[in-house]
């Protein structure tokens, strides 16, 4: 009885942990298609907002969750805070001129989101203004199988999957070519007319920090939202 009830909450974990994303899919297309109807379905969204959690995990596999809340608007701002135990851990703030960082608390955890928020809010910047403007002329995009794979002003490669036109990972590598930072975005909803990634994930030679969503909202977020706190400091 003992073993079937742990087989029982085994397939039910296992269940949980692979939502299977039930989003619009497209026939392969050319770039100048994809960039049309992407540009058209990312126009629906001005902002999108919600709560969620972050997982903090260490080079040495050790993990903390912090409560979280976000908000997001193409082409260039993007807000994450979070909460461990009621008590604020973070505040990164993205803005047309600026990336701002704020993190009150001073232990392992904080140096952490330190070393990855520079990485991390430079893609999200990459991401948002793809979701704004789609491809340009002078980008260099070219197609590879199920993918599209655009290399970014700002030396991120951009892997965009075809069959979906969603893009998924946003890369940065080193010197000798090996890749030393990664953007993933998975698990994507249909929210009214357009598609959001539920779960980002930032990775480094510091660790893996996760972002889980729910409870999300477009076009709900006052200007305010994306004002950094007075004590943040300008990343560089």
């Known amino acids: ?19 299977r994303e039930n989003i619009p899919t497209y026939p392969n297309m050319s770039v100048t298609e994809s960039l049309k109807l992407m540009q058209a379905r ?3 969204i001005k902002d999108i907002s919600g709560e969620g959690v972050i997982t903090l995990t260490d080079p040495k596999g050790q993990s ?9 608007a193409p082409p260039d701002r993007a807000r994450v805070r979070a909460w461990k135990f009621g008590q604020a851990v973070l505040d990164l703030t993205v803005t047309p001129d600026a990336t701002f960082l704020f993190l009150p608390r001073k232990d392992g955890h904080a140096e ?3 070393s990855a928020s520079g990485d991390t809010s430079r893609a999200v910047r990459e991401w948002l203004n793809l979701l704004a403007r789609g491809f340009g002329e002078s980008d260099d995009v070219r197609v590879s199988g199920s993918q599209l794979i655009m290399k ?26 090996r890749e030393r930072f990664s953007l993933t975005l998975d698990q994507y909803r249909t929210i009214d007319d357009t598609v959001w990634p539920m779960r980002i994930e930032a ?7 996760r972002i889980d969503m729910r409870d999300v909202e477009l076009n709900d977020a006052p200007d305010t939202a994306f004002k950094p706190p007075s004590r943040a400091e300008r990343l560089p």
């Open 1 to 19: 009885m003992n073993d079937r009830l742990g087989l029982i909450f085994t397939l039910l974990a296992l269940i949980g942990c692979t939502q």
């Open 42 to 44: 990312s126009s629906r």
């Open 64 to 72: 903390a969750r912090l409560d979280a809340a976000f908000v997001f």
């Open 112 to 114: 952490q989101l330190r």
């Open 152 to 177: 970014t002003p700002n030396s991120l490669v951009a892997y965009i999957d075809r069959k979906t036109l969603t893009p998924r990972r946003y890369v940065a590598l080193d010197e000798s070519g």
């Open 203 to 209: 990775k480094s030679p510091g660790g893996l920090v």
